[in-house]
């Protein structure tokens, strides 16, 4: 199995604000995004830039994946930007407003230079052309849900429930496993929205989701704790495992545990489970 990496929680920072880029070093949570795009005024887009790069080969973020978002290179900013991020090497290069394999295809010289993309899922016509973007290749290691961008583009209401982004989540989820993506959640707006944000963490691991983004570090806490599977859950997938591993079952493709039918298939998820609980306790 490919290590897996906890990715419960990821925290959008701004770049241009080196308070907060210096705060995340210490944060609780697991994946740090650098933002270039959404969170920077356009006077600020090179301040940002110099410090993310420069935040990153510093380091000291400790187990924390590191990413930048970077702008899009339609605009301004965005190949000088993708230029930076690749020399900088982070752990990963988000890019925003993909809408077909052939945007991301543009990103080509991240692949070249090693360093892997995310792409946020944010507009109409991604939604039409998710399978194709999940398998573009070119280094694609995650899909990044981008609700306030897709809300706007479909005209509907984004509330704690998303029930008019239940088709459009569902299928994300669904194009990122039939391609081994990672996928993350997209943000929830109320900062002081305590139950609200519980409640839409909860919804995001029910469809299926590796973790949340988040816009504020007083989030992290609930990402991670519905991000992380329960004690119950592996506990279980430990017995499944440990009942496969018995040299009586090991041509068997259904055996019994406990009472209840367990196929391979069952396997396969609980040793899944395993690592992302084991590698949470490592971080």
Not at 39 to 67: I, N
Request: charged share 25%; aromatic share 4%; glycine share 8%.
């Amino acid at each position: 199995m490919t290590a897996v990496r906890p990715r419960r929680s990821a925290l959008y920072m701004p770049a241009a604000n080196a308070r907060a880029i210096e705060k995340a070093r210490e944060l609780p949570c697991d994946v740090v995004i650098l933002d270039l795009e959404d969170a920077v005024a356009p006077d600020a887009k090179d301040l940002a830039r110099d410090q993310a790069a420069l935040a990153v080969r510093a380091g000291g973020f400790g187990g924390r994946e590191v990413v930048i978002r970077v702008n899009g290179l339609d605009t301004p900013w965005g190949l000088e930007d993708l230029a930076a991020a690749i020399n900088a090497r982070p752990d990963a290069i988000l890019v925003p407003k993909v809408s077909s394999a052939h945007d991301l295809r543009a990103y080509g010289a991240a692949e070249a230079g090693g360093v892997p993309l995310w792409a946020m899922v944010e507009t109409c016509a991604c939604l039409f052309a998710l399978s194709e973007i999940a398998g573009a290749g070119v280094g694609l290691a995650a899909l990044v849900i981008g609700t306030n961008d897709l809300a706007k583009e479909m005209r509907c209401r984004l509330t704690v429930e998303r029930a008019a982004l239940a088709g459009p989540l569902s299928l994300s989820v669904a194009a990122a496993r039939a391609h081994g993506l990672v996928i993350l959640d997209g943000v929830f707006n109320g900062i002081d929205d305590d139950e609200g944000l519980l409640r839409q963490c909860d919804q995001g691991a029910e469809f299926g989701f590796d973790g949340k983004t988040l816009i504020h570090p007083r989030q992290i806490e609930a990402a991670n704790r519905a991000f992380t599977p329960a004690a119950d859950e592996v506990a279980w997938s430990r017995t499944i495992v440990a009942a496969f591993d018995s040299p009586e079952n090991a041509a068997k493709g259904v055996i019994r545990v406990e009472g209840r039918m367990v196929e391979r298939l069952h396997l396969v998820e609980a040793r899944r489970l395993i690592a992302v609980a084991d590698a949470i306790a490592r971080a």
